[in-house]
């Protein structure tokens, strides 16, 4: 892993706020911020080229498109400069780059290829059951990553992280490694911040020694003198989890990418996928 940071926008219609979090960790860090945006050309039964017919316009030719979309990140780029001097920029031409699967091998293809400390993205899909059902763009990108996945929504304003709450579960404690909680005592350490650690136990009557077991484990394997543990009741939803957080100094909610098969989400159970969709601040996802 290097200290880069990718910040994907689209380049056309780029989010402001993801772009607010990508220059404040990038100078946090002192790390490079790429911003990298991949442009698609419409086909003629999208919505553009449907527009475009109805108005009598003529679809402008790819090369065109290609050419809007590279100067425009260029003058994003030369903006976002001005705050960050460490940021460069990177277009691409993509080929429906906006649908699911496209936009999910785009940047987890960047993703790997630069390993980079943290990918940025905007989330652009609110919860329904069909988003849940087959996930998003942001969703599939989260867990395919192999680095952790910040998502941005888009009503957040920027404020600085004072408190990280990570949701730990018994898998992260069977793995013995707890790599993602290293990972964000680093990042708590650079920004002074707390670490709160929230247990969801898949246990439903978890007994004071096994939580104090489990915890003590979590204090040996990843130490931070600013850290808290609280835990959850089995069966906590995402929204009671959101509002918690939301009610509390959290900054940045962080947990593991999580998913059940098929057929737990007919009978209602909760994963990683449902918390994203259901996000009202930034998330954080390993």
Not at 9 to 25: H, K, M, R, T
Not at 47 to 59: D, F, I, K, Q, R
Not at 186 to 200: P, R
């Amino acid at each position: 892993m290097n200290d880069q940071i990718i910040l994907f926008i689209d380049a056309l219609d780029p989010q402001q706020n993801c772009i607010d979090y990508g220059v404040a960790i990038a100078k946090k860090f002192n790390s490079q911020l790429l911003l990298y945006s991949v442009q698609y050309t419409p086909m003629p039964w999208y919505p553009e080229a449907t527009l475009m017919a109805a108005t009598g316009s003529v679809m402008p030719p790819e090369a065109q498109i290609m050419d809007t979309g590279r100067q425009a990140l260029e003058r994003i780029c030369s903006l976002v400069k001005k705050r960050w001097e460490n940021t460069v920029c990177e277009f691409e031409a993509g080929f429906l780059a906006e649908s699911i699967v496209e936009k999910t091998r785009w940047l987890s293809k960047k993703a790997y290829e630069l390993n980079p400390m943290m990918l940025i993205m905007g989330k652009e899909h609110d919860f329904y059951w069909w988003n849940r059902m087959v996930g998003t763009s942001e969703t599939h990108v989260a867990e395919d990553a192999e680095c952790p996945v910040l998502l941005v929504p888009p009503e957040t304003q920027y404020r600085n992280i004072d408190q990280v709450t990570y949701l730990l579960d018994d898998y992260e404690l069977a793995d013995g490694q707890m790599a993602d909680l290293q990972w964000l005592i680093s990042f708590c350490e650079v920004y002074k911040a707390s670490l709160s650690i929230y247990y969801l136990p898949e246990k439903v009557n978890i007994s004071e020694d096994e939580m104090d077991l489990a915890m003590g484990s979590i204090k040996e394997l990843a130490p931070y003198q600013n850290q808290y543990y609280q835990q959850f009741p089995v069966g906590t939803t995402a929204e009671e989890i959101m509002q918690f957080a939301l009610a509390s100094p959290t900054g940045l909610l962080a947990f593991p990418f999580r998913k059940k098969p098929f057929f737990q989400h007919l009978f209602g159970q909760e994963d990683s996928r449902e918390m994203i969709l259901k996000a009202t601040l930034p998330v954080l996802v390993f």
